[in-house]
């Protein structure tokens, strides 16, 4: 009957599947994927970006903080930007800052995250809407910022217990600090 079928459609998805990812393996490509996750969203961006990048992008950020939407961002280095919640991460602390390689994590709405590894000779990003891998890049960020907030607070005694350039810290298979 047309009953049944209805009922049976109802569970039914249409579109694409939450759990589908897709490499982008060209850094044009993942500037464009940014520039339109930027440009759909409606409510949060959280992205933690380089300097490169950002300047691409700007537009998109300054138009989606003038439709409202919510902006929390890591910026790599030092930055002059007005918009958004900006979190300046120290680039001589990154694991990125000696080989030249830039990472981007941009997840948009908490519903598709875009990320990715940038190197001078090659592009490698991934763009999903899988739950969670979109959790999981979201609190990356999260974290991220509260590290930063932590640091910019309790920096003299974050150096006393864990070492100048925070070694103790970075020891994620010991949980020690320094002896004084």
Do not use: C
Not at 33 to 41: H, P, Q, Y
Not at 42 to 56: G, V
Not at 130 to 156: C, Q, T, W
């Amino acid at each position: 009957s047309l009953y049944a079928v209805k009922n049976e459609l109802k569970g039914f998805k249409s579109g694409i599947t939450t759990s589908y990812t897709w490499h982008i393996n060209d850094y044009e490509g993942l500037i464009l994927k940014a520039k339109r996750m930027l440009d759909t969203s409606r409510d949060t961006i959280f992205l933690s970006i380089w300097p490169e990048e950002i300047k691409t992008l700007i537009k998109s950020i300054s138009d989606a903080e003038t439709r409202g939407v919510k902006i929390a961002i890591i910026h790599y280095g030092t930055t002059n930007i007005k918009f958004g919640q900006i979190y300046r991460h120290p680039v001589e602390d990154t694991i990125y800052a000696n080989g030249g390689t830039r990472g981007v994590t941009l997840v948009a709405d908490s519903k598709e995250v875009l990320m990715g590894k940038i190197e001078s000779s090659k592009t490698e990003a991934v763009w999903s809407m899988n739950e969670g891998l979109v959790l999981m890049a979201e609190d990356y960020v999260k974290h991220d910022i509260y590290v930063m907030k932590i640091v910019s607070r309790f920096d003299p005694l974050l150096k006393e217990k864990f070492g100048l350039r925070y070694e103790k810290l970075r020891d994620v298979h010991r949980d020690e600090e320094i002896k004084t």
